[in-house]
């Protein structure tokens, strides 16, 4: 505490400048997330109790899952009060109550009584004296009117389940009708359904109560309803309203989509946020998390919309919550691509290196590796994308190299290395194959390093990749001053 500070001051935390909270304060967890930390696990998870107590247990069910970040202390404790929780949210859900017999004691009689007279005598005064009407309203102070209220709901969620290629129509309709049953037995309440899609006969329209929000990331429609608005229900088809059962969407969209998600999913892990504009992953390096934005195959456009509209290109939304709502073709035709990260598979055993995006093939080499099995086993990420990497020695590392701690997957001009055990470590391909799999490696992507001939029940690609490179160059610098240090 400063020499002219207020003794008070002690017993406060402080926010931000000249901005101080009490913890004797009513609302002191509620200030912290607001004006503080909006994700303090302590805060959360208190929060989580007192709304328990109050008897709002979706609220308290909200703040419990906050509170339980895997790093949180109150981890365990939170996911604890979670799964009692569920089932009394479940069970909950369907009841109605009867409302409350209506009752006026004989003081609240008299008051209504008393102000039933007073409103009478007034009315006389206004007609009587119109002078006596003006002076009340020249006293009056105007107060601002037009401001927006919003009034605070509970979300009900729920997961309805569809049968492979049910017409878009009968999906609308049955969403609607389940809403509207859903809606009368609750007040003031938002109605959630997820549609997802199901080959099991007997969940075929079942509507349940949404327990996991991996559901929620794998659903293809929304519908939304509160019977105390005077507003429809809402339906909407995600990724841009397509229909969850067309056809396979083209290999080269699905690569193109994943690649960039991949980039999107590490930036955020690093950043702890998306990026606002899709081209910061396209940064020099050590940000170079893409070479660039790929075309989409079935327009040929690499071009980026904020909303769908259709005509070719990306959309990009950095405030969807899933990854595939995120980052999606512009296309009206093309069918909702799961999100499946770019991955890299090597076989010591085989000396073989694959790039996938299941349920596809990228691409496919031969490679070298480290001799007295200096090539360890394991699962390491691409930590470094660099072009012409320096080295102790020149050309060292080939004309590209793809970094992961102390070793990396690079070109070589020993091409008499590939297919045997020569490295000290690294995993090497020749210099044509590093720049060929280069551009479609995104920082973040997981390299599996394995010592068993594993079979890959996978489909090669066999459209040209060269269709998602774009004519002109992102121009971002891919080269570095740094002199790297891998095993070689």
């Known amino acids: 505490?400063?020499?002219?500070?207020?003794?008070?001051?002690?017993?406060?935390?402080?926010?931000?400048?000249?901005?101080?909270?009490?913890?004797?304060?009513?609302?002191?967890?509620?200030?912290?997330?607001?004006?503080?930390?909006?994700?303090?696990?302590?805060?959360?998870?208190?929060?989580?109790?007192?709304?328990?107590e109050k008897g709002l247990l979706v609220k308290a069910y909200k703040h419990y899952q906050e509170a339980a970040n895997i790093y949180s202390p109150y981890y365990f404790k939170a996911k604890q009060a979670c799964r009692l929780l569920e089932d009394q949210i479940t069970g909950d859900m369907g009841q109605v109550q009867k409302p409350a017999k209506a009752f006026l004691p004989f003081y609240a009689k008299v008051i209504l009584c008393t102000l039933l007279i007073i409103n009478v005598c007034l009315l006389i005064l206004l007609f009587l004296f119109p002078s006596f009407s003006s002076t009340i309203s020249s006293s009056l102070k105007m107060w601002n009117t037009g401001t927006d209220v919003v009034y605070e709901t509970e979300d009900l969620p729920y997961v309805m389940y569809f049968p492979a290629n049910t017409p878009k129509d009968k999906i609308?309709?049955?969403?609607?009708?389940?809403?509207?049953?859903?809606?009368?037995?609750?007040?003031?309440?938002?109605?959630?359904?997820?549609?997802?899609?199901?080959?099991?006969?007997?969940?075929?329209?079942?509507?349940?109560?949404?327990?996991?929000r991996s559901i929620e990331e794998s659903s293809f429609v929304k519908a939304e309803y509160n019977s105390a608005l005077s507003e429809p229900v809402k339906i909407r088809f995600l990724n841009n309203g397509k229909e969850a059962f067309s056809v396979d969407p083209s290999p080269l969209s699905f690569i193109g989509a994943n690649v960039v998600r991949?980039?999107?999913?590490?930036?955020?892990?690093?950043?702890?946020?998306?990026?606002?504009?899709?081209?910061?992953?396209?940064?020099?390096?050590?940000?170079?998390?893409?070479?660039?934005?790929?075309?989409?195959?079935?327009?040929?456009?690499?071009?980026?919309?904020?909303?769908?509209?259709?005509s070719g290109g990306w959309v990009y939304n950095h405030e969807a919550a899933a990854m595939a709502d995120m980052f999606y073709p512009n296309t009206p035709d093309s069918s909702p691509i799961p999100f499946n990260p770019v991955q890299v598979d090597i076989d010591k055993q085989t000396f073989s290196l694959i790039v996938k995006t299941p349920p596809y093939i990228i691409s496919s080499h031969s490679i070298g590796i480290g001799k007295n099995d200096s090539t360890p086993i394991g699962r390491f990420p691409i930590r470094n994308r660099v072009l012409e990497?320096?080295?102790?020695h020149p050309g060292m590392f080939g004309t590209a190299a793809l970094g992961m701690g102390d070793i990396a997957i690079h070109g070589t001009f020993d091409?008499?290395?590939?297919?045997?055990?020569?490295?000290?470590?690294?995993?090497?391909?020749?210099?044509?194959?590093?720049?060929?799999?280069?551009?479609?490696?995104?920082?973040?992507?997981?390299?599996?390093?394995?010592?068993?001939?594993?079979?890959?029940?996978?489909?090669?690609?066999?459209?040209?990749?060269?269709?998602?490179?774009?004519?002109?160059?992102?121009?971002?610098?891919?080269?570095?001053?740094?002199?790297?240090t891998w095993a070689d």
């Open 1 to 52: 505490m400063g020499r002219f500070d207020s003794h008070l001051k002690k017993n406060l935390l402080h926010i931000h400048k000249n901005i101080y909270l009490s913890k004797s304060d009513e609302q002191y967890h509620e200030k912290i997330l607001r004006y503080h930390d909006p994700s303090s696990p302590e805060a959360h998870y208190l929060l989580g109790q007192k709304m328990e």
């Open 172 to 212: 609308e309709k049955s969403l609607h009708d389940q809403s509207i049953r859903l809606g009368r037995d609750v007040k003031n309440k938002n109605i959630l359904i997820y549609g997802v899609s199901t080959t099991d006969s007997k969940l075929s329209f079942e509507v349940l109560p949404l327990k996991s």
């Open 262 to 310: 991949t980039a999107l999913q590490s930036y955020m892990k690093d950043k702890g946020m998306p990026p606002e504009r899709l081209n910061q992953l396209v940064a020099d390096y050590p940000d170079n998390y893409l070479s660039f934005i790929p075309n989409e195959a079935t327009t040929g456009s690499n071009s980026v919309s904020s909303s769908f509209t259709g």
């Open 389 to 392: 990497p320096l080295g102790e």
């Open 415 to 484: 091409e008499a290395s590939i297919e045997n055990a020569m490295s000290h470590g690294c995993i090497r391909l020749t210099n044509p194959d590093i720049k060929e799999i280069y551009d479609l490696v995104p920082k973040g992507a997981v390299v599996t390093i394995s010592d068993s001939n594993a079979e890959h029940k996978l489909k090669p690609v066999k459209q040209n990749l060269d269709q998602l490179i774009p004519h002109s160059g992102s121009g971002n610098n891919q080269t570095s001053g740094t002199i790297f």
